[in-house]
């Protein structure tokens, strides 16, 4: 059992029988570091039966920690506090891992012949990052254990910093240790982990196995975020926004990242307080965390929120008041905005050029606004309609555009219909379109720039109506190539941003 490589991917396995088990194990064993035995998935009567894994477990040569979590800690297990010990005192091969709960090594209960490096000491909180935090740590570095594992609810990225600077204090103290902040807004200990010293990191063998919220696979983790490549220099980028995880910005950004053979990676991040984010975490100033932030996508709903944060913006994103790139630059916070450059540039790709267009702009929001803004730099003809007719008004009198009422709208005297509206977007808004084929019937090209799925109903009753189309994705392809070079200096290329994404949109629908 050699555990001498720094890096290890930890696959659980959570199986209800016995034969299950071992099936599982042997898939587990093929792609993980080291294996985690969930004893606590088994059927109470299965569970009697665990004497039959012995020999199993003493012949692999994957590593193996064996826990039987309580229910209170996030098991399925119902024995006590004096059930527990008495299982745990009937085991001695000192060869396997063992994850105890902090109330059992307290109490001073483990199996025997048990190596204190082969002891994890965990402590999980369901409900939140707790005020007590440190005194709860404290308590685990009292106990025998040289590794010691907490994990708790995170509710925004912020909550990871705790993490990071108790993995920090293990080191410190000559401990191991396995910090985990739990959901979406976890993420970045997961993945950062390891490079930072964390004793393993946790993946699943497959969307369906995972073992706890916010859990990548072990493809995510080796592949889209090649974990064996980062360390302490690692360039880190990524998208900040609520939610974020159905973004394929990660995958673009990746791929683009190891065709370039760069030492980066590209982090979703669960976002509610942009300011404090950007505060404690990115800005170089005031960061709590001693990483190496180059720079984070900025996507809705913090396009505005950001602005104040910022020590500079491009004049182009000054006026249009929306920024989706952001720059860490020496001490300096810079914003940009490579959305419009890049939808303007798309269109023109597909239509031609645009002085002389008529367009028509469907919805009156955040998107519409910047939309309208990129299409008035190259033409007046622009029309504004709204489901939402005040806002579509005020939209309309603010940039000096026409405007229409949305309902019963028809299109036959527009060259461009654009949809800025979230409507197809996968979910429960896909099945929605603000146009039907006789609406659009006349129009020379439908645009939407809803990219998830690639095509929409909105497009779909285009193409009926016999329009040309244009979807989301391609635009989504091109501001990401420029935020990559805002980044790198390098120009990514468009081809492999596109089949990342194309292949992301694919997989999730599976």
Known sequence: ?????????????????ITAVKEALGRACEVADIVELRLDCLLPAELDRVAELRPLLASLNTPVIVTLRPREQGGSS??????????WTSWSNSDLFYDLELDLLEVGQWPKKTKSHH??????????????????????????????????????????????????????????????AMGPAGIATRILGPANGAFLTYAALDQKSATAAGQPTVAELKSLYRIDRINHETQITGLMGLP???????????????????????????????????????????????WN?????????????????????????????????????????????????????????????????????????????????????????????????LQAKTLARELEVDCRPFIDARFDDFDLVINATTLGTAGELESQT??????????????????????????????????QTLGGLPMLVRQAIAQFKLWTSIEAAEKVMLQAAQEALVAAMR
Not at 293 to 315: M, N, Q
Not at 439 to 464: I, K, S
């Open 1 to 17: 059992m050699n555990l001498a490589n720094k890096l290890r991917v930890c696959v659980p396995v959570c199986a209800s029988t």
């Open 78 to 87: 119902d024995l006590d506090l004096a059930s527990r010990s008495r299982f």
């Open 119 to 180: 002891l994890i000491c965990s402590h999980h909180d369901f409900s939140e990052v707790p005020s007590n935090l440190e005194a709860v740590f404290d308590r685990m570095l009292a106990t025998p254990a040289r590794i010691l594992k907490l994990a708790v609810q995170a509710q925004d990225v912020t909550d990871c910093i705790p993490m990071f600077q108790l993995l920090a204090r293990s080191r410190q103290q000559q401990r191991e240790m396995i910090p985990i």
């Open 244 to 290: 974020v995880l159905h973004s394929v910005s990660p995958q673009m950004h990746n791929a683009a990242l190891k065709a370039a053979d760069l030492n980066g990676v590209y982090i979703p991040f669960p976002v509610r307080d942009a300011t404090e984010f950007l505060r404690r975490l990115v800005h170089p100033r005031t960061r709590e965390l001693d």
């Open 293 to 389: 932030v180059r720079g984070v996508s900025v996507t809705a709903p913090h396009k505005s929120t950001v602005i104040d944060a910022l020590d500079w913006i491009e004049p182009t994103a000054a006026e249009l008041g929306a920024i989706n790139t952001i720059v860490v630059e020496g001490n300096q916070l810079r914003g940009y905005n490579t959305d419009i450059l890049a939808f303007i540039q798309t269109l023109v790709k597909s239509f031609g050029e645009l002085p002389n267009a008529k367009c028509a702009v469907i919805g009156a929001g955040g998107a519409a606004r910047a939309v309208i803004w990129g299409l008035k730099q190259t033409t007046r003809n622009v029309t504004v309609f709204g489901r939402n007719e």
């Open 434 to 467: 603000p146009a039907r084929a006789p609406q659009l019937r006349g129009a020379r090209l439908a645009c939407d720039l809803v990219y998830n799925p690639e095509e929409t109903l909105f497009l779909r009753e285009a193409r009926a109506a016999g329009c």
